[in-house]
């Protein structure tokens, strides 16, 4: 077993993917607005993640709007047979680039239809329903039914799996007395531990776990703690940060997001790195 082999597997549905994947958001421009600053960059950069082995890609119609999924079509069609590309559905953009609330059934079917063709497939792997009731975090509120529309959707086979995004315990429970759920998707790093108890919990029930802004996204974690057991592992802090989020949990699913070759290299060396019951234990004292 070599490279991110070492990550280990998990299923996402009736798919198997390797624990470690990419997350395509920061590939359009600053923002998630308009197109990259390099183009021919973003699909290098998307190239060199799956000839690494990746096979996990995360992303959004709304990224861009339509850029990144654009840009994953350009670098990567026609698409290995091991490749699982996760979408989410449930916002739009504004004009100024803000992130809008798009939950009507005519919106999200016309987002399901933009991912098939911005992707250029005719079915999507998976799909993320992202609740907007707070756009900064998991509130509670029925996503009955605009998960009945995605879920109409996937039985017109459009959609093969179905993951929720930004919720809470109870929105999960909802969740799944209309369709059945594989994967969620929800903010958590090693500073940002709120949903230690429902990791746990979706690990007993083989639900993958899937945390966005694993390296603490727009600002990417700084500690000292990190610093120092990176320094003594002669490694990064954040190859240290998403190792730590691999050992954590098994359901645990990383989507890293990176525009630059070089972070891309160091993040999936996270994959071989083992960290001690010690460093682990010096890494959990970091969130309290
Ligand atoms: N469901 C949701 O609501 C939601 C929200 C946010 C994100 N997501 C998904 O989650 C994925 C991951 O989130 P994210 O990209 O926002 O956050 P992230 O992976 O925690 O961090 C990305 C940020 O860290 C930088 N970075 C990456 N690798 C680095 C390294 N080795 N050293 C230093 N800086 C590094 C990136 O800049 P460079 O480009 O310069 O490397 C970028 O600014 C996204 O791609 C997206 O697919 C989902």
Known sequence: MSGIDNSGTFKLGNRVVKRLGYGAMQLAGPGVFGPPKDHQAALTVLREAVASGVNHIDTADFYGPHVTN????EALAPYRD???????IGARRGEDGSWIPAFSPEELTQAVHDNLRNLGVDVLDAVNLRAMFDVQGPAEGSIEAPLTV????QQKGLV??????????????????ICEIVCVQNHYNLAH?????LIDDLARQGTAYVP????GGFSPLQSDTLNSVAAR???????????????????ILL???TSSLAHLRENLTAAALTLSENELRELDGIAS
């Open 255 to 257: 989507i890293p997001g």
């Open 160 to 177: 093969r799996h179905i993951g929720l995004s930004n919720v809470t315990p109870a929105q999960i429970a909802e969740g799944r007395r």
């Open 212 to 215: 966005f802004f694993p390296i």
């Open 150 to 153: 995605l879920a109409e959707l």
């Open 82 to 88: 091991d490749l699982v590309i996760v979408t989410k």
């Open 70 to 73: 654009q840009i994953i079509r």
């Open 233 to 251: 592992l002669n490694t990064t802090p954040m190859a240290v940060a998403l190792a730590w989020l691999l050992q954590r949990s098994p359901n």
């Open 193 to 197: 531990r709120t949903d230690d108890v």
